[in-house]
């Protein structure tokens, strides 16, 4: 279990911590698309799960950036926090803290789709107009971005950061992630299930599965429902492994 | 000024405050209409300003209930605090509050449309798809229909609580307020402009103008930019002696 990992550190070099000298970027939160001056599109997304890790990230050692959708959280200590509102504006904080990252976590429940056209004004409601039609287009996939070229990186020979995605599901969890973690090129994936009442979205506990490539397979760990800040931890210590090899 | 009202008050008892024996009830912060178990559509409103009327209006000494959007705001003392997520759930708990009340403000920024249908499971992106609509309903206008209900009362010569408005606009502020004052039926309404830097949404201060029927023309009150506990207390003020008339 990744909790070997920890004991042959501390053994091994007790001043050094498994993370020391290692730069960790986490994206958190939701994000909010614009349909006009005042009202958005979002999710429930708390920004617990991302806080959490860029906490543990700190006490494991890493130097960690923290690029945070609105969420009503404060940063951790030792935590650089980058505020963002959309997802345009997340990718491009990812992208420029790209080249700075050994480990790049997308933790962020980014919005997939964003309104077509953002209004100057406050619209308007028209009388007699019972219906509106909403025309949204896709969001960029941060992440997938991100991992694509970490993967043009290593296949140049120059180094790239390990990418970690998450996948937050309501049905057929481990599915859809075994095929989010081949498709978007990710080292590995935090799976979960968000319909479990109590867990995910805005709680402080959550249950879930990693996965990851080993040799020609995907080698899985299920986490069973804790606190955040321990599932971070045994999130982190996998990354790190995965980082060493 | 309605300052003078506070001062008649306190010399003719100086034990009783001016809402003494008043119920309130207030709707406030904006409301969520899910898309689909984690997306949904809302409104940058923060629900301080309904927060801030419903402390001080506890302070003039009324009974206070508070119907809450989902806001990061603790609850003020002596309040009783009702949450509500979407504008249909805030609807059920305002009627439900109509004939236990002699002042009715609404303050909430309730969505005016919401997802016309609402899955069952997160929606899945197809591969491909880059747009996607997405259809809107007109939410009920809550406080129109709350002042529909008091206007019939009245009507019939029952008693029916006095009804307070909000408008937040973002351009011709004291046109579509007056409108709004007269459409709606409603006995007073706060306009303020959110487009103004620093004020507004998530602020702490506000400005605002209140607009109420006198005799058979519309008078009006221009309130300086001012912390919003302390507008409060002058819409609190304003609605109070109308509420004595």
Redesign the interface.
Known sequence: TSGTVVSSHSTAASSELPASGLRITLTAGPTREA?D?????????SGKMGYALAAEAVALGASVRLISGPV?LSTPAGVERIDVESALEMQAAAEAAFEDSDIFIGCA?V???RP?EVAT?????QAG??????????NPDIIAGIASRSHKYRTAGQPAPLIVGFA????DVAH?ARDKLTRKRLDMIVAND??TPGLG?GSDSNAATLLWHERDSIAQQAIDACPKFALAREILLRALTLHHH
Chains 1, 2 share one sequence.
Do not use: I
């Not at 001056?37 to 997304?45: A, G, K, Q, T, W």
């Not at 004004?121 to 409601?125: F, I, V």
């Open positions: 349909l001056p005042v009202r958005y599109l979002s999710n429930h997304s009503a429940a919005a997939d789709f077509t004004h406050k619209l308007k409601k107009e019972e219906q509106m039609q909403v025309v949204l287009t896709r937050a599901e309501t049905r859809y968000v319909s979205f």
